[in-house]
């Protein structure tokens, strides 16, 4: 019989979003988090699954070869509409821009999961969740931006807070599009 022994060992989140830490203190899991520094450019012709995915080993690994133990978790989060990838905005003007382009519409988000054992085993996984924006006005966009929510978000919103007043659908994993699928976080850290 398999025992959870994973469930009670401390993570080292290789972020500082207050949204994956709030995440990990809503399971119960036991976490340090300590800021990655990685270039989160996207590659010439790279799919959407593939930049996340990267981007959350690159966190994962710049962070775990600042210790000598531990496991560590990296993780990235995007926003896909029409082929499109929305990163996080450079200004309000391009979060007006983003939300512009989510209105009314079906999106994805993506988030990209790795796990390091340091020193030894490397898993690697993304989740897709599938959310619908209500149609909204121009002042509507222009009042969430107002709010300040939309910084530092990729898609320019943050559905665990007042952006949640526009959604009308989603199909797949809440937490997946607040920052980090925590099943795939738990099925992953059983593996290593």
Same mark, same amino acid.
């Given at each position: +019989?398999?025992?959870? /022994?994973?469930? !009670? @060992?401390?993570? #080292? ?11 990990? &203190? ?11 520094? #990685? ?7 790279? *799919?959407?699954?593939? $930049? ?9 690994e &710049?962070?775990?070869?600042r210790?000598?133990?531990g ?10 509409v %029409? ?14 821009? +983003? ?16 796990v390091i054992?340091?020193?030894? *085993? /490397? !898993?690697?996984?993304? *989740? ?6 209500? &149609? +909204?006005?121009? /002042? @509507? ?7 300040? %929510? ?6 320019? $919103?943050? #559905?665990?807070g007042?952006?949640g007043?526009?959604?009308a659908?989603?199909?797949?994993? $809440?937490?997946?599009i607040?920052g ?6 738990? &099925? ?5």
């Amino acid at each position: +019989m398999k025992t959870n /022994t994973h469930l !009670r @060992e401390k993570l #080292i989140l290789a972020s500082s979003s207050p949204r994956r830490k709030e995440l990990l &203190e809503a399971t119960g899991w036991t976490y340090e988090a300590i800021s990655a520094d #990685i270039d989160e450019s996207l590659l010439p012709n790279e *799919e959407p699954a593939a $930049y996340v995915q990267r981007l959350a080993r690159a966190k994962a690994e &710049e962070v775990a070869r600042r210790l000598q133990s531990g496991l560590v978790l990296g993780a990235d989060t995007t926003v896909v509409v %029409e082929n499109q990838i929305l990163a996080q905005p450079r200004d309000d003007g391009d979060a007006k821009r +983003m939300l512009s382009l989510l209105n009314g519409k079906w999106h994805e988000v993506l988030t990209g999961v790795a796990v390091i054992r340091v020193g030894g *085993e /490397t !898993r690697v996984g993304y *989740e897709t969740t599938h959310v619908r924006f209500a &149609e +909204m006005t121009s /002042t @509507e966009i222009g009042w969430y931006v107002s709010t300040g %929510e939309a910084r530092g978000k990729a898609g320019a $919103y943050g #559905i665990q807070g007042a952006a949640g007043l526009f959604i009308a659908e989603i199909k797949g994993d $809440y937490f997946n599009i607040v920052g980090l699928p925590i099943r795939l976080v738990y &099925e992953l850290t059983a593996q290593v």
